[in-house]
Each structure stands twice: as C-alpha cells, then as structure tokens.
C-alpha cells in the first residue's frame, strides 16, 4: 500500500488513526470534573502538537539518520512563518500559497547554511548552525526591521493589499473559504470535544510528511544517510562523496520546519524573532531525543510529551494544588503544596528537565524503547505462563 511494506502500512494507519481521533482521546475526563484540566483536546493545544511534530519529524531526517546535530532548525522555523505571513499581507488569506512560499523560502535558506556548515562536523558543525540562528534571530530582531517589523513582529491588519482577495475583504486565514478558526464542539454526556478546521488542516499534512519520512528512511538514500552516521569517513574512504547526500538531509529538513513555521503562521498569522531563538532550536532537540532519534514515531510522540507539559502543568497552580489536598489537615496539605509547587507552574520545566534525565539515563532509546521494553516484558510473561501451562498438562498425561 502506497509503496510501504505491511508493517510501515500498518504504523501509518495507526498514526493517522490516534491523529485523527485526538481531540477525542485527549479529553478522557468530563468538562465539571476536577481532573478536566488535564483534557489536551482543545484547538490550540491540539495544533500545537501535530505541528511540531512536524518540526519535530524533520529534524529528525537529520540527526536520527546523519547524526549531525543542528542547534540552529528554529532559523527555518521563522523564516517559514514570516514568508507566510508576507504571503498573508501580499497575496490572499489562503493557506495554500502562504505554505508553498514557506517551504520554498525554508528550503533555500537551509541551502546557504547547510553549503557552509557541512564543511564541519560534529560539534563544530552544531556551533556553525547554532551562530547562523543567532544572527538570523538578532537579523529579524533589530536589523531587518522593514521586512520583520522587529520585535513587535509581522502581523496582517485591514490595509493589506492582497492581490487575490481584495483589500480587507478577508480577515481570517482559511482554505478555500473553510476558516481555520472555524470550531464544531460536540456534547457526548458531560464530554465536550472539540472539532477543529485547523487542527484538521495540519493533521493531514503531518501525515503526508510523516508517510514522506517513511520513505525516505527505507529509500537507498535513507541507507546512505545512516552509513554516514555509522562512519562517514569509511565511507569516504570508498570513493563515495557524502557532502551531497546530508546537504539534501540538511535541506530538507529544513523545509520541513519551513512547514511547521507557515502552519503556525496559517493558525495564528503573527510572526515574531522569538521563533528563530536558540531555545526553540534546543526544545527541538529534547522532543527528538526524549521520543528516540533515529526512530519514525518517536519524534512525533516527544513534540506531543514537551508540549502537553508546557501547556498543562503550567497552568497548575497553588490553588489548584490546595485543591487537590484540602481532605488533608492543614499542616500536611501547606506541606505538600510547598514540595510540590516548584515542580509546576512556572517551574514545570524542571520537571520535565528531570524526567529527560530519566531517559537518557535509563531509556537511551527514548520513549520508543520504553514502550519496547514493556511490550518485550509482557509478551515474555504470556510467553512463560503458556510454558508453563502446556508443562503442566502433558505432565498430568498418563504414561503409555
């Protein structure tokens, strides 16, 4: 089925199954329940983690398969929303051109940088790539101010020329007139979820990118990206030129945070230099590692973990823990709340910064080799309790 064998098949049909049914499955609590606040179905939340998971994806064609590790993948993730945003303002509200124009734009930039970064390699090409996103954030920051409109950042307003639609006569961005803040919110009992035109738009795109990253990890040229992350200068050594097989990884993982920076911009048209931080450049990095670089579903199942922390445990705070621990007396609940609160709310990210520890100490293979192991540890338990049965029985078998 589309060029994949049954077992891919099978893996792209279990993604696009939990993608298309996540505002659904990320509210498991009814709306007046205490434990609602950890329903992740909502429109935001929910575009959040297919697009970066995009991003996410991307990245991975160059580290999981090269091994290069790039400190500087959030410079393509804001040229690909301000090339959008531009798209917004010049041409018409339809997310379509404005994506076209944001992978092109990504893609050419990654050219340059990826030209002159890949005449190094291993920390010295991650130093190279982390300078040009710095100059790239400080460009757009407080250089290119016409262009970016500095660190206010590049919105759409009413006096936009936009060629195709006609000044003003579009406010939201949209596809083919379907707005992507457009929201169908279905009752189910005490569930509400929460249908989202947006959501739905990026699902779909992260499943063609995820089913483009199949692809290209069982291609030849996916065989080839590996054998240099094994040894590249072996592979020199046999007459092979590998500068131009991770210049093309290089590349296009470029455009794939290109599109995750234009589908940020569909879903919220603001573009801003505090995409193109090194910060955004790192926390790619950790949804990689954290879900197992190298490997096809685990940099979609990081960018989904990093982002259900930063938007759900931040919003936990004191009140919500006094909450929590009113059935306990006084003394123990402001106990609690006291050991507790750095781990939440603004502290959050110290949480997830230990459980990272935790995997890399423990599960250097990320979430996926996790979830592996359990599935190894189960089978084995069936495995030696049908042993055992079937022991038992032929012992209890009369002798002939």
Same mark, same amino acid.
């Given at each position: ?55 996410? +994806?991307? !990245?991975? *064609? @160059? ?6 590790? %790039? /400190?500087?993948? &959030? ?47 291993? +920390?010295? !090409?991650? *130093? @190279? ?6 100059? %790239? /954030?400080?460009? &757009? ?15 759409i307003t009413l006096s936009d020329p936009r060629i195709l639609d006609g000044a003003g006569a579009a406010r939201y961005t ?27 738009? %990026? ?198």
């Amino acid at each position: 089925m589309l060029g994949l064998d049954k077992k891919d098949t099978t893996l792209l049909l279990f993604v696009a199954l939990i993608t298309l049914l996540a505002p659904i499955i990320m509210n498991p609590f009814p709306t007046d329940s205490s434990l609602a606040q950890f329903n992740a179905g909502y429109p935001d939340l929910m575009q959040r983690f297919v697009i970066y998971g995009i991003f996410a +994806i991307g !990245f991975n *064609i @160059l580290f999981g398969l090269t091994g290069y590790l %790039s /400190f500087g993948h &959030a410079a393509f993730l804001g040229v690909g929303s301000y090339s959008a945003v531009w798209m917004f303002k010049l041409l018409s509200m339809n997310v379509i051109p404005a994506i076209v124009l944001s992978v092109i734009v990504a893609g050419l930039f990654s050219v340059v940088i990826g030209y002159i970064s890949l005449r190094r390699s291993g +920390i010295y !090409f991650s *130093i @190279l790539t982390l300078a040009f996103a710095q100059m %790239s /954030f400080n460009l &757009a920051y407080s250089v290119l101010t016409p262009i970016t409109n500095g660190e206010t950042g590049l919105q759409i307003t009413l006096s936009d020329p936009r060629i195709l639609d006609g000044a003003g006569a579009a406010r939201y961005t949209n596809l083919f007139g379907a707005e992507m803040n457009d929201t169908t919110t279905v009752f189910a009992g005490a569930w509400e979820w929460q249908l989202n035109v947006g959501f739905y738009v %990026s699902a779909v795109i992260m499943l063609l990118a995820f089913y483009l990253s199949i692809r290209i990890f069982r291609s030849p040229f996916g065989m080839m990206l590996r054998a240099v992350k094994s040894n590249q200068n072996r592979l020199n050594y046999t007459g092979l030129n590998s500068r131009p097989y991770t210049l093309a990884a290089f590349v296009i993982s470029g455009m794939y945070a290109g599109l995750a920076g234009g589908l940020l911009a569909s879903m919220d048209p603001l573009a801003g230099a505090e995409r193109m931080q090194w910060t955004a450049s790192g926390e790619v990095v950790l949804m990689t590692i954290l879900g197992g670089a190298g490997t096809l579903l685990g940099p979609v199942l990081g960018a989904g973990f990093i982002k259900y922390f930063e938007n759900i445990f931040s919003k936990i705070n004191d009140n919500v823990l006094h909450g929590w621990f009113s059935v306990l007396p006084d003394g123990v609940e402001n106990l609690l709340v006291t050991l507790v609160h750095p781990f939440v709310g603004n502290g959050w990210s110290l949480t997830l910064g230990l459980m990272f520890m935790l995997v890399v100490i423990f599960l250097p293979g990320g979430l996926i080799e996790g979830g592996q192991r359990c599935g190894r540890f189960i089978f084995r338990r069936r495995g030696r309790n049908a042993g055992g049965a079937e022991a038992e029985g032929k012992a209890k078998q009369p002798a002939e």
